[in-house]
């Protein structure tokens, strides 16, 4: 599509749009009672107005009925993890038996690392980006550390070419490749949350399993965002956090992928709790585990009903639009943005965009790295009601959601954003 630089043309785009009753469907931030240009669904999705109603229904059960609604609920509790499991199996490209929610990101993480990270003498490094998110960072630091490994020798970051922001596919594989006699485990960011590159999954899983090494990957920054296949991908785990692009609220349950190839394979070591014990059995309280068949058989604990009765709002909404349609946007949507953005600094005197331009090398998000005076225009731009987001040292990172944000609101941020450079 050939853009406009007019605010006429950022209208006939909405007026045009599929997705555009979504909007609707969601509570839009205001400061001091003026509406907000929200860019942050990155960090927070907003919360769909059905939220209430699924919340709601969970806490009316548990007054009428008590313990018992654990069976009589209009969701009976018991069985509440898997309501969600279609929607999710959907959204990252899976078989329900390989998806659950569960726990938050870092808890998964480390649960998944139990069983998919097994050093040896010989097999113990791990590779990863540089620069991975610090949780992300402190779990593999303490994992090594667990296994009295040194974090220095057995942890390998992967930096980008000298004079370049982002890792070259060719460059991960040969350091795979380089490594794979001492390699155990292969893990990345699916969408790097600093600069916003989407990886490319299946080559690295590729290379990974050629090396023998699991390969599994955080997808905070990428369910709910991004094209994902890891079934087809063949990758071994995944984790993600539900608050960002899932809409599922501040601190929502996160959840787990683990391959159906892995599905039945109980001489994997794991840390168990009783609600990944056969539920069968479950209440007969004896001894020794039996885990569930697939990614069930990693949970710990009752299910949180209120936290999942809120994913369930946003996963109907999901399910509403279709993630083939909300890419379909977003890879317009997005584009637009970086149109505009190029036009408001056309010599790259201000900024860069360090996120690649390529849209099957990124999802919504584009991180602006700013050459001057970052965090000044940064605050301006919170002045004039632009929640964005700021990450040190010097990126302001912009994300457009699908799902609940307009083509004339990425025309006003370009203009709100030209105002703040001048």
Aim: hydrophobic residues 40%.
């Amino acid at each position: 599509m050939r853009f406009q630089n007019t605010i006429s043309f950022a209208r006939k785009l909405d007026q045009v749009d599929p997705l555009k009753s979504f909007r609707s469907k969601f509570h839009l931030p205001k400061i001091l009672g003026k509406e907000t240009l929200y860019f942050t669904g990155n960090s927070l999705g907003l919360q769909p107005k059905s939220t209430l109603k699924f919340i709601t229904d969970e806490l009316e059960d548990w007054a009428q009925l008590g313990v018992e609604g654990h069976f009589d609920a209009k969701r009976p509790w018991l069985h509440y993890h898997k309501f969600s499991k279609k929607a999710l199996a959907q959204i990252v490209g899976a078989k329900p038996i390989e998806v659950v929610a569960m726990n938050q990101l870092t808890v998964n993480l480390h649960l998944m690392m139990t069983s998919f990270y097994r050093p040896t003498a010989k097999r113990f490094k791990i590779i990863t980006e540089a620069g991975a998110f610090s949780s992300d960072q402190y779990a593999f630091e303490t994992q090594l550390k667990f296994h009295k490994l040194d974090p220095k020798v057995a942890l390998v970051e992967l930096q980008p070419r000298p004079g370049e922001l982002t890792l070259r596919t060719e460059d991960i594989i040969k350091s795979i490749e380089a490594h794979s006699e001492e390699l155990a485990l292969v893990i990345f960011g699916a969408v790097q949350y600093y600069t916003g590159q989407f990886f490319d999954i299946k080559k690295i899983t590729d290379a990974g399993h050629k090396a023998g090494a699991y390969v599994g990957f955080d997808l905070a920054h990428a369910v709910g965002n991004v094209p994902l296949s890891l079934h087809k991908h063949n990758v071994d785990f995944a984790v993600w956090c539900s608050y960002k692009y899932l809409n599922s609220g501040p601190g929502g349950i996160g959840g787990i992928f683990v391959h159906q190839k892995h599905a039945t394979n109980f001489d994997l070591p794991r840390l168990a709790g009783w609600w990944g014990h056969d539920v069968q059995e479950r209440f007969q309280m004896r001894k020794g585990f039996k885990p569930m068949s697939g990614a069930d058989g990693w949970q710990l604990s009752n299910f949180p009903v209120l936290s999942g009765a809120a994913q369930l709002a946003s996963l109907d909404i999901f399910q509403q639009a279709g993630i083939k349609n909300l890419r379909k946007k977003s890879i317009l949507l997005t584009g637009y943005l970086e149109f505009l953005l190029k036009m408001v600094d056309p010599d790259g005197k201000h900024f860069s965009i360090i996120t690649p331009s390529n849209p099957k090398d990124r999802g919504c998000q584009l991180s602006i790295l700013m050459k001057q005076h970052g965090r000044k225009i940064f605050d301006k731009l919170m002045k004039a009601r632009v929640l964005a987001d700021w990450r040190e040292p010097d990126v302001i990172r912009i994300t457009p959601v699908p799902l609940y944000n307009r083509f004339v609101e990425v025309f006003r941020f370009s203009e709100i954003f030209k105002r703040a450079l001048s």
